[in-house]
């Protein structure tokens, strides 16, 4: 059994292209938590194909675990 590696999947609309920063915070999306990086990337394609027509529309996927646990090294694994 795998070391759970819980992922965070969230989005919406940007205030400016390639920035982070959200037009409006009560609107993000939050699409869900995700037990591997897998999951989660599946999830974040399938809604950022949902917006694709909305250039300032972005998702994220967030590594919980890291925020969770800071002192573990995840640097060069694949499974984040």
Do not use: C
């Not at 999947?9 to 940007?14: N, R, Y």
């Not at 009560?26 to 989660?40: E, K, L, R």
């Not at 809604?47 to 890291?66: E, K």
């Amino acid at each position: 059994m795998s070391k759970q590696l819980l992922h965070l999947v969230i989005g919406g609309e940007l205030k400016e292209l390639g920035g982070t920063e959200f037009r409006d915070t009560n609107a993000v999306d939050v699409v869900g938590v995700f037990p591997d990086y897998a999951s989660a990337h599946q999830a974040w394609k399938a809604a950022a194909l949902r917006t694709v027509d909305n250039a300032h529309m972005r998702y994220f996927i967030v590594h919980l675990h890291r925020l969770m646990d800071p002192e573990t090294d995840h640097k060069g694994t694949h499974d984040e």
